[in-house]
Every structure is written in structure tokens, then in C-alpha cells.
């Protein structure tokens, strides 16, 4: 029976043996505890609610591709366009914006990304209402900007207001000629022909305008060149005109002075019984009056 009770005894005390490794092979360590640890609620909660969460919806009328292409760092907005607000010419404001952004070495992504910055008013709206993801590249956007806002284009005048436009009976050459450019600038595609032909038959009657008959200009050069040479004539004339009449100001005022007399305001005075200087010096150590401040010029 001893024999049979320490055999059952060694049996148990294996067992347990066995049980205790098997549970510390089980077990993390105490160093890869600190680093594995396993998901407290809080950490599982914003996992999950990670995972819930939708991705933004696409802002804009760009693609993808163009809303998640990040500007240079350095890249910054030129300010010396103003925006546009739908008034205007369409293609002009394009180029604008197309020169200065190029200058600053932007890309067609980046153009696309930049061009909002510069609408305002109707023209952003316009832009705004454009449904996500229909515009990838700025040529595309270029063409429907000038083809919405064609009508808004404003030109003041056309080629044939240019024969409305005379020099005045009083007007100088130089006036008349930069009224004239004036209005030129804002027709598109002026023929120089057109050009030369319209600012001559706007000439008052004159020499100049016999002059311009007998040399028959032929191109806006020569006629400039000649222009020129009259203008300089006019303004040397002016200069002229200018001094004799500031001579004759300052003479005027000459003779007046000369011609200058006191008129008396009594017919008789009292006769003094002192000599005026005398007089005059008692005045002045009585402190009756005080001496006038000396004069800067004469």
C-alpha cells in the first residue's frame, strides 16, 4: 500500500509540473508586454469609428486628380490680376491669367487650382455650379469661361467711330492725337490702313493737314515721324506765346508801380513848425509806434 500511495503521489506531482510550464509558455514576457499590449476600449472605439467614417465628397468642379494635387510649398498667388466678375472680355482676361501664372512656373493642374481665385461675383457662381469631377484640364475650363461669358465682351468702339473723331478748332496736335490712340486701343484687330486713313480725315483745316496731302504718308511710321516734328513745332510756338505774355505781365506791373501816385485826402494840411526828421525821431524814442519788420525783397 505504501508503495501504491508514493506512486500516485509522483503521478500527481507531474502533472502539476506539466500544467505550470504550459501556462508560462502561454504568458508574454514583461518586455514584449510594455510594446503588445492588447486594445483598450477606447483605442478599439476609434478604430472602429475610423472605419465608419465616409471620405469627403469631391469640392469643386475639378477631378480628383486636380482637387488632390498639392501647390508647391513656396508657390504663392500673384495679386496684380484683378478678378474677374463676368464684365468683360473673356479671352483677354485668359491670356492675363495665363501670362502672369506661367511667369510664376505654374503647371495645368496648378492653373486650374489658382483660376478660382480670380472670379467673383457671377463668374464664381457660374463656376460653383458645375457639377464634381467634369474638369481635368485647363483648356477645357478656358473654352467653356470664353464661351459662357462671350457676351459680356465690351469693346467702347469699332473701327468705322473712328471717322466721328475730328480735332477741334483750339485743339493741339498732341490732344487730338492722344484722344485718337485712345480710342484705337480699345478695337481689336485695327487695320493699319484703316488707322492712318481715319486720324487724317479727322485733321482741321491747316497746314499741317496740306502737308499730310502733299507727302501722302504711307504707313502709320511716317506719318508718326512727320507728326512728331509738328508737335514739336507747336509746343516750341507755346513756349513762346507762354514767355511774352509773362514778359508783359511783369511789364504791366512795372508801370503801374511807375505810374503810381498819392492822392491827397484833404486840400489843405497844418503847417509845421519842426523839420520832418526831427519830428519823425521824436516819434520813434516816444514809442508811439512800432518800426516796420525789414523786407525780404524788394
Known amino acids: 500500500m505504501a508503495e501504491e500511495n508514493q506512486r500516485m503521489a509522483a503521478q500527481i506531482t507531474e502533472l502539476n509540473n506539466g500544467r505550470i510550464e504550459n501556462n508560462n509558455a502561454h504568458q508574454p514576457q514583461p518586455e514584449d508586454a510594455e510594446h503588445h499590449s492588447d486594445p483598450t476600449h477606447v483605442s478599439e472605439t476609434i478604430r472602429v469609428e475610423d472605419e465608419d467614417e465616409e471620405p469627403d465628397e469631391l469640392v469643386g468642379p475639378f477631378t480628383p486628380e486636380v482637387m488632390n494635387f498639392e501647390l508647391p510649398r513656396r508657390f504663392t498667388l500673384p495679386l496684380t490680376l484683378t478678378p474677374y466678375d463676368g464684365l468683360g472680355d473673356p479671352k483677354k482676361f485668359i491670356k492675363k491669367f495665363r501670362s502672369i501664372m506661367i511667369v510664376n512656373g505654374a503647371s495645368d493642374t496648378v492653373l486650374c487650382r489658382c483660376f478660382p481665385n480670380y472670379l467673383d461675383g457671377p463668374a464664381l457662381d457660374w463656376l460653383c455650379a458645375f457639377p464634381a ?166
Open 133 to 298: 469631377g467634369l474638369i481635368s484640364r485647363f483648356q477645357q475650363l478656358a473654352k467653356l469661361f470664353e464661351d459662357h461669358f462671350a457676351g459680356s465682351t465690351i469693346y467702347l468702339h469699332d473701327s468705322d467711330y473712328l471717322n466721328t473723331i475730328k480735332q477741334g478748332q483750339n485743339e493741339s496736335l498732341k490732344d487730338y492725337m492722344t484722344r485718337f490712340t485712345k480710342v484705337t486701343i480699345s478695337i481689336p484687330d485695327l487695320h493699319p490702313e484703316v488707322h492712318l486713313h481715319a486720324i487724317k480725315s479727322g485733321f482741321r483745316p491747316g497746314k499741317f493737314q496740306e502737308t499730310i496731302a502733299v507727302s501722302k504718308p504711307k504707313t502709320l511710321a511716317e506719318f508718326q515721324e512727320k507728326a512728331k516734328g509738328q508737335i514739336d513745332i507747336e509746343e516750341l510756338r507755346q513756349a513762346r506765346k507762354s514767355d511774352k505774355t509773362n514778359y508783359r505781365d511783369e511789364e504791366k506791373v512795372l508801370n503801374s508801380e511807375k505810374n503810381f501816385k498819392l492822392t491827397p485826402s484833404f486840400e489843405s494840411y497844418t503847417q509845421f513848425n519842426a523839420k520832418q526828421e526831427d519830428i519823425i525821431k521824436e516819434i520813434l524814442n516816444s514809442k508811439l509806434i512800432k518800426l516796420p519788420r525789414k523786407a525780404g525783397t524788394y
